[in-house]
């Protein structure tokens, strides 16, 4: 019978006292995990350069339910080139029993409502291959999820909502700024997402829906971190070019792009933003963003910049 020889056993040197015990290395990666989750962009980013788009959808005919939500006559056609942007969400923030923040004359709810309604016209008249479905096209109340569920449902390719601001503290206080999911990193981040999420609370079975969330709790609100990463970087491209458009083409003051907390954009599949228009506290920018002028320079402004958007998408083709 054939012998085979017998492997050679190397016995350990004296750098095996270098190598951490396993015990340490489990407390450095407990130490270390945790801090790399949560690390986040700034959430103040001004003046990004342009970036190019991360997460596009993929041609071919769009499946899935039907959206529960107002939307427009022509549908988007069956086949395109993979990078087209075909389904755009328009979400008027509150509306119904929730009018959002207030001024001496106007509510939040029915200006939001004024300028998605603007928007989306413009889209359609430029690009009427576009989809635009609206979250709601009357003064009704929607729950915060059920807004993101329809442009999942509809497997949109960008989700804009749009709101009024407000600062308690002071009148003086006015700009535009515009929000992506993220980490509260300032009071005022923490302050504005804490208004708009308070909603929930109108909302039947908020806690189950939610599980557990309390827009009212810092803490929780790191919950909200885990879905921002997949389409961040499409989502502050969009957003810098807003409040870019908001400087140059409506002669706005820009806050700039920022972070926070926001249950509308949690848990949507695609690009979403958070448009702030104004501040309805300040009553100069209230009359500005009540008038049919004013609100003719809001839409122009960010449809420019979805315009803008669109065609950086598509040139990837």
């Known amino acids: 019978m054939k012998r085979f020889p017998l492997l050679k056993i190397i016995k350990p040197t004296a750098s095996r006292s270098l190598v951490p015990a396993p015990g340490i290395i489990t407390t450095l990666l407990l130490a270390v995990f945790p801090l790399l989750a949560l690390t986040i ?29 107002a939307e427009t006559d022509a549908e988007a056609p069956a086949e395109s ?17 929730d009018p959002g923040t207030h001024g001496r004359y106007a509510k939040e709810k029915t200006i939001n409502l004024d300028l998605i309604l603007q928007l989306g016209r413009k889209i359609k008249a430029n ?26 449902r509809s497997r949109a390719d960008l989700f804009i909502s749009i709101h ?6 002071s009148s003086r206080v006015y700009g535009t700024e515009t929000y992506t999911l993220g980490l509260h990193r300032t009071q005022s981040n923490l302050d504005v997402a804490r208004r708009e999420n308070a ?24 919950m909200l971190a885990n879905y921002q990463h997949a389409f961040m970087t499409s989502s502050i491209n969009f957003a810098e070019k807003i409040e870019r458009s908001f400087r140059h083409n409506a002669d706005r003051k820009s806050n700039g792009v920022k972070q926070a907390g926001f249950i509308v954009l949690w848990k949507t599949t695609m690009p979403s933003i958070l448009i702030e228009s104004g501040y309805l506290t300040n009553p100069a920018e209230e009359l500005f963003l009540k008038s049919k002028e004013g609100q003719e320079q809001i839409a122009s402004a960010i449809y420019k910049a979805f315009s803008q958007y669109k065609e950086e998408v598509e040139a990837a083709n």
């Not at 009024?164 to 503290?169: M, Q, R």
């Not at 929930?200 to 810092?218: A, H, M, R, V």
């Open 199 to 222: 909603v929930i609370l109108q909302e039947k079975n908020y806690q189950q829906t939610y599980k557990g969330f309390n827009p009212n709790s810092p803490l929780a609100t790191i």
């Open 164 to 169: 009024c601001n407000a600062s308690p503290s």
């Open 81 to 97: 080139l993979s990078n087209q942007l075909r389904t755009v969400v328009l979400d008027a923030g509150h509306g119904g029993k």
């Open 41 to 69: 962009v700034p959430a103040r980013i001004d003046l990004l350069p342009d970036l190019t788009q991360d997460t596009v959808r993929q041609s071919g005919v769009r499946q899935g339910s039907a959206p529960r939500a």
């Open 127 to 152: 690009h009427p291959n576009i989809r635009v479905i609206y979250t709601r096209s009357s003064d009704h109340f929607v729950d915060l999820y059920e807004r993101g569920a329809i442009a999942n």
